[in-house]
């Protein structure tokens, strides 16, 4: 069975993305999806694009709030200077970019910010999810993901109609499995009562000097690459 991996917040961290990939080494057939938020804050954000341009068909991704940010800006933009560059809340991008920010740009353009795939696998077997969303932020309970606005998917999400208002993980329970980043404080597997996983965050902060994650979905099997940088 082909291996499908995703990856948590790059962030512009080259060298633990390279590690990452020696680690889970692809193959024929294999697949690295990426929950965005490739480029913003970190180091290397040239080193992150040419990195996954060279996987061609094997990288796939859904954009994050900085890409939307920047894919926003680029449309309304003529020439582009670092500030144009800028992601969500204006976080910094490394000057290196500007050599190649039509080739930035034109990599996130028209990514989805919500996929849908079939769940295969042993760590499927008895599991009620017959599907799973990759999405940078959130899947509110009680919507369908594709007919969410993505300035939502890309968000923390909370719960408003319920007490304390908790965040949309706390809660989610399907009907498909959700692999997610964004949030540090929702990193790794949300199981229900029975031990099930429903979702799953992969934002470990490696930007912040923690590490890089990644999780296969056919068995849950986890794989990170610790921070090179302070």
Not at 9 to 34: N, P, R
Not at 119 to 126: K, S
Request: negative net charge; glycine residues 10%.
């Amino acid at each position: 069975m082909a291996s499908t991996w995703v990856v948590g917040d790059i962030h512009g961290c080259a060298v633990e993305l390279q590690q990452l990939l020696k680690e889970i080494d692809l193959q024929d057939g294999d697949m690295l999806l990426s929950v965005g938020d490739l480029f913003h804050r970190g180091p290397d954000p040239v080193g992150v694009l040419r990195i996954l341009q060279d996987l061609g068909k094997q990288f796939d991704m859904v954009n994050g709030n900085h890409e939307l940010v920047l894919a926003q800006r680029a449309q309304v933009s003529g020439a582009i200077d670092i500030e144009d560059l800028r992601g969500d809340g204006g976080a910094k991008i490394d000057e290196s970019v500007l050599e190649v920010a039509n080739e930035l740009i034109a990599f996130i353009a028209e990514r989805d910010y919500v996929q849908r795939r079939p769940l295969a696998g042993p760590a499927w077997a008895g599991h009620p999810a017959t599907e799973w969303l990759i999405v940078h932020g959130c899947v509110l309970p009680g919507k369908v993901a594709e007919e969410m606005e993505p300035r939502q998917l890309v968000r923390k999400g909370r719960c408003q109609d319920l007490p304390g208002e908790p965040f949309w993980h706390e809660h989610w329970q399907g009907p498909e499995f959700v692999v997610f980043g964004h949030a540090q404080s929702a990193a790794g597997p949300h199981v229900d009562d029975e031990g099930r996983a429903w979702a799953y965050g992969l934002d470990t902060g490696c930007v912040y000097g923690n590490c890089l994650t990644a999780v296969r979905i056919e068995d849950l099997v986890v794989v990170q690459v610790p921070a090179a940088h302070d």
